[in-house]
Protein backbone atom coordinates (compact mmCIF):
# COMPACT_ATOMS: atom_id res chain seq x y z
CA UNK A 1 0.00 0.00 0.00
CA UNK A 2 1.15 3.66 -0.57
CA UNK A 3 3.09 4.80 2.62
CA UNK A 4 1.59 8.47 3.01
CA UNK A 5 4.61 9.70 4.66
CA UNK A 6 7.20 10.19 1.39
CA UNK A 7 4.46 12.90 0.77
CA UNK A 8 4.63 14.24 4.09
CA UNK A 9 8.45 14.79 3.77
CA UNK A 10 8.32 17.92 2.02
CA UNK A 11 11.93 19.14 3.58
CA UNK A 12 13.62 15.90 2.51
CA UNK A 13 15.26 17.65 -0.06
CA UNK A 14 16.58 20.52 1.79
CA UNK A 15 17.75 17.86 4.37
CA UNK A 16 19.74 16.28 1.74
CA UNK A 17 21.32 19.95 0.18
CA UNK A 18 22.04 20.80 3.81
CA UNK A 19 24.08 17.70 4.21
CA UNK A 20 25.45 18.49 1.33
CA UNK A 21 26.36 22.21 1.91
CA UNK A 22 27.90 20.67 5.44
CA UNK A 23 30.39 18.17 3.39
CA UNK A 24 31.61 20.50 1.12
CA UNK A 25 31.88 23.29 3.75
CA UNK A 26 34.43 20.55 5.41
CA UNK A 27 36.08 19.31 2.32
CA UNK A 28 37.12 23.08 1.64
CA UNK A 29 38.15 24.05 4.94
CA UNK A 30 39.80 20.45 5.26
CA UNK A 31 41.78 21.27 1.75
CA UNK A 32 42.57 24.98 2.86
CA UNK A 33 44.13 24.39 6.08
CA UNK A 34 46.22 21.57 4.46
CA UNK A 35 47.70 24.20 2.09
CA UNK A 36 47.98 26.14 4.68
CA UNK A 37 49.67 23.71 7.04
CA UNK A 38 51.81 22.95 3.61
CA UNK A 39 52.90 26.44 2.89
CA UNK A 40 54.05 27.16 6.39
CA UNK A 41 56.32 24.09 6.27
CA UNK A 42 58.02 25.53 2.24
CA UNK A 43 58.20 28.54 4.15
CA UNK A 44 59.48 27.66 7.00
CA UNK A 45 62.80 25.84 5.34
CA UNK A 46 61.83 22.44 7.61
CA UNK A 47 61.36 20.41 4.83
CA UNK A 48 64.68 18.52 4.13
CA UNK A 49 65.64 18.92 0.41
CA UNK A 50 69.43 16.78 0.78
CA UNK A 51 69.51 14.05 -1.06
CA UNK A 52 70.20 12.08 1.47
CA UNK A 53 67.19 12.34 3.09
CA UNK A 54 65.85 9.77 1.34
CA UNK A 55 61.45 9.53 0.21
CA UNK A 56 59.38 7.33 2.05
CA UNK A 57 58.44 4.36 0.67
CA UNK A 58 54.81 5.66 -0.36
CA UNK A 59 56.34 8.84 -1.58
CA UNK A 60 58.43 6.50 -4.28
CA UNK A 61 55.26 4.32 -5.22
CA UNK A 62 53.49 7.56 -5.93
CA UNK A 63 55.94 9.11 -8.26
CA UNK A 64 56.64 5.63 -10.16
CA UNK A 65 52.98 5.26 -10.32
CA UNK A 66 52.92 8.63 -11.80
CA UNK A 67 55.66 8.61 -14.00
CA UNK A 68 54.98 5.21 -15.57
CA UNK A 69 51.27 6.07 -16.11
CA UNK A 70 51.91 9.09 -17.95
CA UNK A 71 54.44 7.93 -20.23
CA UNK A 72 52.36 4.72 -21.21
CA UNK A 73 49.66 7.81 -21.87
CA UNK A 74 51.62 10.33 -23.48
CA UNK A 75 53.89 7.69 -25.52
CA UNK A 76 50.50 5.77 -26.93
CA UNK A 77 50.23 7.47 -30.56
CA UNK A 78 53.84 6.40 -31.56
CA UNK A 79 54.39 3.59 -33.45
CA UNK A 80 58.52 2.46 -33.30
CA UNK A 81 59.62 1.81 -36.72
CA UNK A 82 61.69 -1.24 -37.38
CA UNK A 83 64.77 -1.60 -34.89
CA UNK A 84 67.80 -3.85 -34.26
CA UNK A 85 70.00 -2.88 -37.47
CA UNK A 86 73.69 -3.69 -36.64
CA UNK A 87 74.50 -0.49 -38.06
CA UNK A 88 71.95 1.23 -35.58
CA UNK A 89 72.36 -0.52 -32.34
CA UNK A 90 76.33 0.10 -32.91
CA UNK A 91 75.14 3.69 -32.60
CA UNK A 92 72.96 3.57 -29.81
CA UNK A 93 76.01 1.67 -27.69
CA UNK A 94 78.03 4.76 -28.73
CA UNK A 95 75.57 7.38 -28.01
CA UNK A 96 74.79 5.17 -24.45
CA UNK A 97 78.08 5.55 -23.90
CA UNK A 98 78.60 9.61 -24.51
CA UNK A 99 75.53 10.73 -22.96
CA UNK A 100 74.23 8.36 -20.17
CA UNK A 101 76.71 6.15 -18.83
CA UNK A 102 77.50 8.53 -16.34
CA UNK A 103 74.26 8.22 -15.16
CA UNK A 104 72.88 4.62 -16.06
CA UNK A 105 75.56 2.05 -15.44
CA UNK A 106 76.48 0.11 -18.56
CA UNK A 107 75.96 -3.58 -18.63
CA UNK A 108 78.22 -5.37 -15.87
CA UNK A 109 79.71 -2.35 -14.86
CA UNK A 110 78.45 -0.44 -11.10
CA UNK A 111 76.93 2.85 -10.85
CA UNK A 112 78.96 5.54 -11.26
CA UNK A 113 79.63 7.89 -7.99
CA UNK A 114 77.43 10.76 -9.59
CA UNK A 115 74.90 8.19 -9.62
CA UNK A 116 75.49 6.86 -6.45
CA UNK A 117 74.26 10.20 -4.80
CA UNK A 118 71.07 10.86 -7.05
CA UNK A 119 67.85 10.80 -5.41
CA UNK A 120 66.39 9.28 -6.57
CA UNK A 121 68.88 7.20 -8.02
CA UNK A 122 68.64 6.47 -11.71
CA UNK A 123 66.92 2.98 -12.49
CA UNK A 124 68.78 0.37 -14.33
CA UNK A 125 68.56 -0.19 -17.84
CA UNK A 126 67.64 -4.32 -18.02
CA UNK A 127 64.22 -3.89 -16.36
CA UNK A 128 63.34 -0.92 -19.05
CA UNK A 129 64.31 -3.02 -21.76
CA UNK A 130 62.03 -5.61 -20.56
CA UNK A 131 59.51 -4.20 -19.40
CA UNK A 132 58.53 -1.12 -21.64
CA UNK A 133 57.91 -0.83 -25.04
CA UNK A 134 60.07 0.83 -27.31
CA UNK A 135 57.19 3.87 -27.87
CA UNK A 136 57.51 4.36 -24.11
CA UNK A 137 61.72 4.33 -23.94
CA UNK A 138 61.40 6.31 -26.98
CA UNK A 139 59.71 9.20 -25.37
CA UNK A 140 61.28 9.27 -22.30
CA UNK A 141 64.56 9.85 -24.39
CA UNK A 142 63.28 12.58 -26.04
CA UNK A 143 61.20 13.96 -23.74
CA UNK A 144 63.01 13.71 -20.37
CA UNK A 145 61.12 13.28 -16.88
CA UNK A 146 60.40 16.24 -15.05
CA UNK A 147 62.74 16.41 -11.46
CA UNK A 148 64.15 13.15 -11.95
CA UNK A 149 67.67 14.31 -13.46
CA UNK A 150 66.75 12.69 -16.91
CA UNK A 151 67.13 15.36 -19.89
CA UNK A 152 65.14 15.59 -22.74
CA UNK A 153 67.32 14.87 -25.55
CA UNK A 154 65.04 15.31 -28.02
CA UNK A 155 65.94 19.17 -28.45
CA UNK A 156 69.53 18.31 -29.14
CA UNK A 157 69.54 15.07 -31.38
CA UNK A 158 67.56 13.35 -34.20
CA UNK A 159 65.04 10.81 -33.80
CA UNK A 160 67.47 8.52 -35.63
CA UNK A 161 69.91 8.79 -32.66
CA UNK A 162 67.21 8.19 -29.97
CA UNK A 163 65.93 5.31 -31.81
CA UNK A 164 69.16 3.97 -32.18
CA UNK A 165 69.53 4.25 -28.65
CA UNK A 166 66.22 2.80 -27.76
CA UNK A 167 66.86 -0.68 -29.58
CA UNK A 168 70.09 -0.61 -28.19
CA UNK A 169 68.09 -0.23 -24.71
CA UNK A 170 65.53 -2.94 -26.06
CA UNK A 171 68.65 -5.26 -26.32
CA UNK A 172 69.88 -4.44 -22.97
CA UNK A 173 68.85 -7.38 -20.71
CA UNK A 174 70.57 -9.79 -23.01
CA UNK A 175 73.66 -8.26 -23.34
CA UNK A 176 77.32 -8.88 -21.28
CA UNK A 177 79.67 -6.39 -20.13
CA UNK A 178 81.66 -8.29 -22.90
CA UNK A 179 78.95 -7.76 -25.72
CA UNK A 180 79.01 -4.40 -24.61
CA UNK A 181 82.57 -3.67 -24.88
CA UNK A 182 82.77 -5.26 -28.29
CA UNK A 183 80.06 -2.79 -29.20
CA UNK A 184 81.73 0.06 -28.47
CA UNK A 185 84.54 -1.05 -30.15
CA UNK A 186 83.22 -1.72 -33.56
CA UNK A 187 81.55 0.98 -33.25
CA UNK A 188 84.70 3.25 -33.11
CA UNK A 189 86.72 1.50 -35.36
CA UNK A 190 83.70 2.24 -38.18
CA UNK A 191 83.20 5.63 -37.40
CA UNK A 192 79.65 5.10 -35.85
CA UNK A 193 77.73 7.23 -33.39
CA UNK A 194 78.28 10.00 -31.21
CA UNK A 195 82.23 9.74 -31.19
CA UNK A 196 82.14 10.07 -34.78
CA UNK A 197 82.43 12.90 -36.84
CA UNK A 198 79.25 15.10 -36.93
CA UNK A 199 77.79 13.11 -33.64
CA UNK A 200 74.10 13.60 -33.93
CA UNK A 201 73.71 17.30 -32.41
CA UNK A 202 70.76 19.16 -34.54
CA UNK A 203 72.25 21.74 -35.39
CA UNK A 204 76.19 22.14 -34.46
CA UNK A 205 77.54 18.46 -33.86
CA UNK A 206 81.22 17.53 -32.84
CA UNK A 207 83.40 17.84 -35.78
CA UNK A 208 85.82 15.36 -36.41
CA UNK A 209 86.68 14.19 -32.84
CA UNK A 210 87.86 17.78 -31.86
CA UNK A 211 85.63 20.05 -29.33
CA UNK A 212 84.52 22.64 -31.61
CA UNK A 213 80.97 22.23 -30.20
CA UNK A 214 78.52 25.67 -30.16
CA UNK A 215 77.03 24.06 -27.12
CA UNK A 216 79.45 22.69 -25.21
CA UNK A 217 80.24 19.29 -26.55
CA UNK A 218 80.19 15.81 -24.28
CA UNK A 219 84.21 14.74 -25.52
CA UNK A 220 86.36 16.08 -22.20
CA UNK A 221 84.78 19.40 -22.04
CA UNK A 222 85.90 21.03 -25.02
CA UNK A 223 88.22 18.75 -26.94
CA UNK A 224 91.65 19.38 -28.71
CA UNK A 225 93.11 22.34 -30.10
CA UNK A 226 94.22 22.60 -33.54
CA UNK A 227 96.95 20.79 -35.43
CA UNK A 228 97.19 18.21 -32.48
CA UNK A 229 97.68 21.13 -29.49
CA UNK A 230 95.75 20.56 -26.66
CA UNK A 231 94.02 23.31 -25.71
CA UNK A 232 93.72 22.82 -21.48
CA UNK A 233 91.54 26.10 -20.96
CA UNK A 234 90.11 26.07 -17.54
CA UNK A 235 87.22 28.56 -18.59
CA UNK A 236 85.87 26.71 -21.15
CA UNK A 237 88.08 27.91 -24.36
CA UNK A 238 88.72 26.03 -27.14
CA UNK A 239 91.55 24.80 -29.30
CA UNK A 240 91.75 26.55 -32.62
CA UNK A 241 92.80 29.89 -30.74
CA UNK A 242 90.62 29.83 -27.91
CA UNK A 243 87.31 30.76 -29.39
CA UNK A 244 85.40 31.72 -26.37
CA UNK A 245 88.78 32.40 -23.79
CA UNK A 246 91.17 34.92 -24.23
CA UNK A 247 94.52 35.40 -26.78
CA UNK A 248 97.84 36.00 -26.46
CA UNK A 249 98.86 39.90 -25.63
CA UNK A 250 99.02 41.15 -29.08
CA UNK A 251 95.79 39.14 -30.09
CA UNK A 252 97.90 35.81 -31.75
CA UNK A 253 96.70 31.91 -31.30
CA UNK A 254 99.01 29.78 -29.70
CA UNK A 255 101.67 28.49 -32.00
CA UNK A 256 101.59 25.10 -33.53
CA UNK A 257 103.54 22.39 -31.74
CA UNK A 258 102.80 24.46 -28.19
CA UNK A 259 100.40 23.55 -25.18
CA UNK A 260 98.12 26.28 -24.44
CA UNK A 261 97.54 26.38 -20.92
CA UNK A 262 95.61 29.84 -20.74
CA UNK A 263 93.43 29.65 -17.06
CA UNK A 264 90.30 31.59 -16.94
CA UNK A 265 91.59 33.44 -20.78
CA UNK A 266 94.88 34.08 -19.41
CA UNK A 267 97.34 35.42 -21.66
CA UNK A 268 100.60 34.35 -23.27
CA UNK A 269 103.41 36.83 -25.13
CA UNK A 270 102.66 38.31 -28.23
CA UNK A 271 103.88 35.48 -29.96
CA UNK A 272 102.35 33.01 -28.39
CA UNK A 273 104.78 31.60 -26.50
CA UNK A 274 106.26 31.79 -22.95
CA UNK A 275 109.73 32.53 -22.69
CA UNK A 276 111.89 32.00 -20.10
CA UNK A 277 113.21 35.55 -20.08
CA UNK A 278 109.43 37.29 -19.59
CA UNK A 279 107.03 34.14 -18.80
CA UNK A 280 107.49 35.07 -14.98
CA UNK A 281 107.56 38.02 -12.81
CA UNK A 282 110.40 38.19 -10.35
CA UNK A 283 107.85 37.04 -8.19
CA UNK A 284 107.67 33.45 -10.34
CA UNK A 285 104.36 34.42 -11.34
CA UNK A 286 103.19 33.82 -14.38
CA UNK A 287 102.07 36.68 -16.25
Not at 64 to 88: C, F, K, T
Not at 121 to 131: K, M, N
Amino acid sequence: MFDSSCARSPFLGDETMQVFKIALTTLVVGILALGAAAAGVVYSGAYNVAATDKHWPITYWVLNQAVHRSVERQSADIEAPELGGEQQLLAGAANFDAMCAGCHAPPGARPSVAAQGMNPEPPGLAHAGAEMSASEIYWILKHGIKASGMPAWGSTHSDADLWAMTAFVKQWPEMSETDYEQMLASAETSGIGHHAGGGGHDGGGHSDGQGDDQGGGHHNGGGKGSDGNNADHKSGGHGDGDQGGGHDDGGNKSSVGNNSDDKAGGHDDTDGRDSAADSHNDDGHAH
